[in-house]
């Protein structure tokens, strides 16, 4: 397979709003093609997230006690052909599984390299963890603070992380509980200028394309704007705004997990 469910942008506020735990915002960026399920409550498992309905799995989710997974690609190159397990299993396993964030980042880390190259996130009640396996095959803690990545290295400073992190910064010091700036940073169409581009080993087109939060194109876009909010007590909520080509919105869901 060409494609796997995953994320292209994610920030994430852990450990230090008032209010929240977390606050993760994310874009899944995907041929508009590709069928999708709407976020929901998945009938099989205790999952809120959007599915892919090609591969399985999905790229962002909540699950019970206010769990968190999201998963991004990581791009070196054109995209290749893949026949191994999808990187939208990740989340899902995460998400309906027992334990704790570090251990199943370093149980994923044993078998990263089954996989097209990842960036994964989890968040537990108490601990976040980060997995990759490209460049370096390695497993971690994420220490309380505001993080984002895309399809690079975790936190690396590309334009559109850099400024998603700098928005979600700003807001979680406030404490404000008002998402409208968060929605505003998701939907920034602004192109980053050339001297700031990462160098991924796609054409300088695409990579200018590409360096907008928001992707606006007539195949390939941004499929989905993505809000997740746990509070302390683990109750989460988490809200899906779904585009279509050329950007065009196709509605909102928004559902609510109680711990």
């Known amino acids: 397979m060409r494609h796997n469910p995953a994320m292209c942008l994610v920030g994430f506020a852990w450990k230090i709003h008032p209010l929240w735990r977390l606050v993760m915002a994310g874009n899944r ?7 999708t399920a709407a976020l929901a ?5 205790p999952v809120l997230a959007g599915r892919d309905l090609r591969s399985g799995g999905t790229w962002m989710g909540l699950g019970p006690d206010g769990r968190v997974a999201v998963v991004t690609n990581v791009r070196d190159g054109p995209p290749a052909t893949f026949d191994g397990p999808s990187r939208g299993d990740l989340p899902s396993r995460f998400l309906t599984g027992g334990a704790s964030a570090p251990d199943c980042a370093s149980g994923i880390a044993h078998r990263a390299a089954q996989y097209a190259p990842f960036n994964l996130v989890l968040a537990d009640a108490d601990r976040c963890a980060y997995v990759g396996n490209h460049p370096l095959q390695a497993a971690r803690e994420v220490a309380p603070g505001v993080h984002a990545l ?3 290295p975790f936190d690396a400073p590309w334009p559109k992380t850099r400024q998603l992190q ?9 404490g404000s509980t008002a998402l409208d700036p968060l929605w505003a940073a998701l939907a920034d169409t602004r192109i980053a200028p050339d001297d700031s581009l990462p160098r991924t080993g796609i054409p300088l087109a695409m990579e ?10 007539e195949t390939y876009g941004t499929r989905a ?10 109750r989460g909520t988490i809200i899906e705004r779904r585009f279509g080509p050329g950007g065009a919105f196709l509605g909102e869901t928004t559902l609510e997990s109680h711990g």
């Open 29 to 35: 960026d995907e041929m508009h093609e590709r069928p």
């Open 41 to 45: 409550a998945w009938a099989d498992v």
């Open 150 to 152: 895309s399809n690079g």
């Open 166 to 174: 700098a928005v979600l910064q700003d807001w979680a010091e406030s």
């Open 208 to 217: 200018r394309h590409l360096s907008s939060a928001f992707v606006r194109g």
């Open 225 to 234: 704007s993505t809000l997740v909010l746990v509070d302390q007590n683990g």
